[in-house]
């Protein structure tokens, strides 16, 4: 009989993996010989991750979050884990037909179970508080979005002791409080006078728990804060002060579930070194909304003769020509517009079969610069070439702006010509 019923088990084995039922500790990506603290941890991220609340009408994630919820429930427990490890998913099934687990148990449930509350976030379960950082994000990021990572100093719940903050794992009730987590205090005022106040335990802290053999690696706190790495995604044409929010990732802790993680992107100064390894001209630019702005060195004979070019390179590497043929002016101060070479305008669909990325305008300001030294027979030369001009067809600015030859003084009421 006893050869019957291995065998029968046996057989069950090969059903499963015949009906392709994915092993349970592939589910919580784990190994055979994964133990108590990993299955936990692994359990702990990936129902947050797939829980239903977090994903709104995605049937994937849902049915993940059912995979996961059972894959847990059948390894936390030293019997049922066993039973799996000989015979797999039909032994186990077999074994709980025979009374020794119960039935299908609701995934909520189990989610219940390990965190407390209701089964769902924002259910009778608190939440912590979001959590604020600015990251610094270079021009050049911003004009041809980039995915990249940072790393901020974040509490995480203690795996060593899985959050409960004792060594051993056993936690009792505050004899001091009675797990009330508060106790009333008396004080007298006057004789035959008292007032009673309400105060956190002090032995406790407020969580109506003691703890006797406490964690050496969180020192019974169930806490650590330790570096986390966030993936970050700058979408093309994002804003100085665009918010990315990362659910559920600001500080964890055993009591609450844990608020987002809110990154503001925040230009910051161009750098030869850090940001311009392909030396680009672009991340000098200056932004303003969609356009962006440069300003363009020309010299005296540049601006007064024409005959040059420019090559700008992008911030993607592409040429921006600047230039004027031979004779064309160049007023200092002069802006040149140049449609299409600004920022990409930020649209969610991004450059896509759905969207067309645009992009604004590129302002060029032009500024001129006089030599301060010059050799005496080339100044003489071009002192005589402008005094034979202006003799013949030159302006006089003074002359022409109607103000008087001679300063005029004011005095009693009289005025007069300065003699």
């Known amino acids: 009989m006893l050869f019957f019923r291995t065998a029968l088990l046996l057989l069950f084995v090969f059903v499963g993996l015949a009906l392709g039922l994915e092993?349970?500790?592939?589910?919580?990506?784990?190994?055979?010989?994964?133990?108590?603290?990993?299955?936990?941890?692994?359990y702990r991220q990936l129902s947050k991750k797939y829980h239903p609340d977090k994903n709104p009408g995605d049937k994937t994630a849902h049915d993940k979050f059912v995979e996961v919820s059972e894959a847990y429930e059948a390894l936390s427990d030293a019997n049922s884990r066993r039973i799996y490890d000989?015979?797999?998913?039909?032994?186990?099934?077999?074994?709980?037909?025979?009374?020794?687990?119960?039935?299908?148990?609701?995934?909520?449930?189990?989610?219940?179970?390990?965190?407390?509350?209701?089964?769902?976030?924002?259910?009778?379960?608190?939440?912590?508080?979001?959590?604020?950082?600015?990251?610094?994000?270079?021009?050049?990021?911003?004009?041809?979005?980039?995915?990249t990572e940072f790393?901020?100093?974040?509490?995480?719940?203690?795996?060593?002791?899985?959050?409960?903050?004792?060594?051993?794992?056993?936690?009792?009730?505050?004899?001091?409080?009675?797990?009330?987590?508060?106790?009333?205090?008396?004080?007298?005022?006057?004789?035959?006078?008292?007032?009673?106040?309400?105060?956190?335990?002090?032995?406790?802290?407020?969580?109506?728990?003691?703890?006797?053999?406490?964690?050496?690696?969180?020192?019974?706190?169930?806490?650590?804060?330790?570096?986390?790495?966030?993936?970050?995604?700058?979408?093309?044409?994002?804003?100085?002060?665009?918010?990315?929010?990362?659910?559920?990732?600001?500080?964890?802790?055993?009591?609450?579930?844990?608020?987002?993680?809110i990154v503001e992107l925040v230009l910051k100064e161009p750098s030869l070194e850090e940001d311009n390894p392909d030396h680009v001209d672009g991340v000098f630019f200056r932004r303003k909304?969609?356009?962006?702005?440069?300003?363009?060195?020309l010299s005296l004979r540049e601006a007064l003769f024409g005959d040059w070019t420019r090559?700008?390179?992008?911030?993607?590497?592409?040429?921006?020509r600047l230039g004027r043929k031979e004779g064309e002016v160049v007023q200092p101060g002069h802006v040149d517009t140049i449609p299409g070479e600004g920022m990409p305008v930020w649209h969610e669909d991004g450059d896509s079969v759905y969207h067309k990325t645009e992009f604004g305008n590129l302002y060029v300001e032009y500024v001129v610069v006089l030599p301060d030294q010059m050799e005496s027979g080339m100044r003489k030369d071009i002192k005589a070439v402008f005094n034979k001009y202006r003799k013949k067809n030159g302006v006089d600015l003074?002359?022409?702006?109607?103000?008087?030859?001679?300063?005029?003084m004011v005095s009693e009421g009289h005025t007069h010509e300065e003699l």
């Open 311 to 320: 090559n700008l390179t992008h911030m993607d590497g592409h040429i921006v």
């Open 86 to 147: 000989q015979y797999g998913h039909e032994g186990l099934k077999q074994h709980k037909q025979q009374g020794g687990g119960g039935g299908h148990h609701d995934p909520f449930d189990v989610f219940n179970r390990f965190f407390g509350g209701g089964g769902h976030f924002g259910q009778q379960q608190r939440r912590g508080n979001d959590a604020h950082i600015k990251v610094p994000i270079a021009l050049r990021d911003f004009y041809n979005g980039r995915t």
């Open 23 to 42: 092993d349970y500790y592939k589910i919580l990506g784990l190994k055979k010989d994964a133990t108590e603290r990993q299955i936990k941890s692994a």
């Open 151 to 261: 790393q901020w100093n974040k509490q995480h719940v203690c795996e060593e002791c899985d959050g409960t903050g004792a060594a051993d794992g056993h936690v009792d009730t505050c004899s001091s409080c009675k797990g009330h987590g508060v106790k009333i205090v008396r004080h007298q005022l006057a004789p035959g006078m008292f007032q009673q106040v309400q105060m956190q335990c002090d032995e406790c802290g407020g969580r109506g728990k003691s703890i006797k053999h406490k964690c050496p690696v969180c020192a019974g706190q169930r806490v650590v804060r330790k570096p986390a790495t966030v993936s970050l995604n700058i979408q093309r044409g994002m804003g100085d002060g665009s918010k990315i929010a990362h659910e559920n990732e600001a500080d964890a802790h055993p009591d609450y579930v844990a608020g987002d993680l």
């Open 289 to 297: 909304d969609n356009d962006l702005h440069w300003r363009e060195v």
């Open 398 to 408: 003074h002359k022409d702006s109607g103000r008087p030859e001679k300063p005029v």
